[in-house]
C-alpha cells in the first residue's frame, strides 16, 4: 500500500520560529510536491522537486525553502514563521516517466503560527 | 491563471441521488485528474482522463472530457453519505513538467 507520510498533524509555533516540516513516501517516486491550502483559496503549490537535490519554485514560493537530501524525504522549511503561514500543509508525491500519473498526498499538517 | 474553477461551489443532495460537478479550465492539458478530500485529510486520487479520452468509468464514478470547450464533468451515481467531501478537479496542463494546478473545490453534501 502506497504511503506518505508527514511528521505532524497539528502544529503550534510562535511568531519568528523556524519551522521544519517533513515529508516521506515510500513509493521510490522522483517528484515531490508542497503544497498549502487555504479555505476559498484551494491548493496552491509552493515548491516541488523532480529529483534529489533538485527544486522548483512554484506558485508562492516566498518566505519558505525546501530540502531534499535523499529521494524519499521532502522538507519544507519556514525559516521565521509569520502568522500568515497560518494554514493546511499538504506533501504529494508522484511518478514520472511518459504516461502521466496520479499524485498521492499525505495526510496534511495543520500549522498554526500565533 | 491555469487554475481550474469547479462548479457548483457546494452540492446537498439526499442518498441516492446522483451528483453532477463540472470543471473548467482555460489552457490545452495532457490529462484532468479528480481527487477526493475528506475533512482534515489528504486529497486522494479518484480519475484521470487524458486529453484524448472522451469518457472514462470507474465504479459509480462517470468522468467526461470535452477538449474543445475545455471542460469535464464528474458523476457521481448512486451516492452515499459517505461520499460526502469536497471535491476537486486538477488539471496536468502541457509543459507543466508533472505538476498540477487544482481548482478551489466543490463541497459535496449527502443526506443520509
Known amino acids: 500500500d502506497v504511503k506518505v507520510t508527514q511528521s505532524s498533524r497539528y502544529l503550534v509555533k510562535r511568531t519568528g520560529e523556524k519551522v521544519f516540516l517533513e515529508c516521506v513516501q515510500d513509493m521510490d517516486h522522483e517528484n515531490m510536491f508542497w503544497y498549502r491550502q487555504d479555505p476559498g483559496l484551494g491548493l496552491r503549490l509552493i515548491y516541488f522537486?523532480?529529483?534529489?537535490?533538485?527544486?522548483e519554485k512554484g506558485d508562492i514560493p516566498e518566505g519558505y525553502s525546501v530540502s531534499r537530501e535523499k529521494k524519499e524525504r521532502f522538507s519544507l522549511i519556514l525559516e521565521s514563521a509569520s502568522t500568515n503561514q497560518t494554514s493546511m500543509y499538504l506533501c504529494a508525491s508522484s511518478a514520472t516517466g511518459t504516461g502521466w500519473y496520479e499524485q498521492y498526498f499525505g495526510p496534511g499538517t495543520r500549522l498554526t503560527v500565533t | 491563471s491555469q487554475q481550474g474553477e469547479e462548479d457548483p461551489q457546494a452540492l446537498s443532495i439526499q442518498e441516492g441521488e446522483n451528483a453532477t460537478m463540472n470543471c473548467s479550465y482555460k489552457t490545452s492539458i495532457n490529462n484532468l485528474q479528480w481527487y477526493r478530500q475528506n475533512s482534515g485529510r489528504g486529497l486522494v486520487h479518484l480519475i484521470l482522463i487524458r486529453s484524448n479520452e472522451r469518457e472514462k468509468h470507474s465504479g459509480r464514478l462517470r468522468v467526461t472530457l470535452d477538449t474543445s470547450k475545455k471542460s469535464s464533468s464528474l458523476l457521481i451515481t448512486a451516492s452515499r453519505a459517505a461520499d460526502t467531501a469536497s471535491y476537486f478537479c486538477a488539471t496536468d496542463w502541457a509543459g507543466a513538467n508533472s505538476k498540477l494546478t487544482f481548482g478551489k473545490g466543490i463541497t459535496l453534501s449527502v443526506r443520509p
Open positions: 522537486s523532480y529529483d534529489v537535490k533538485m527544486k
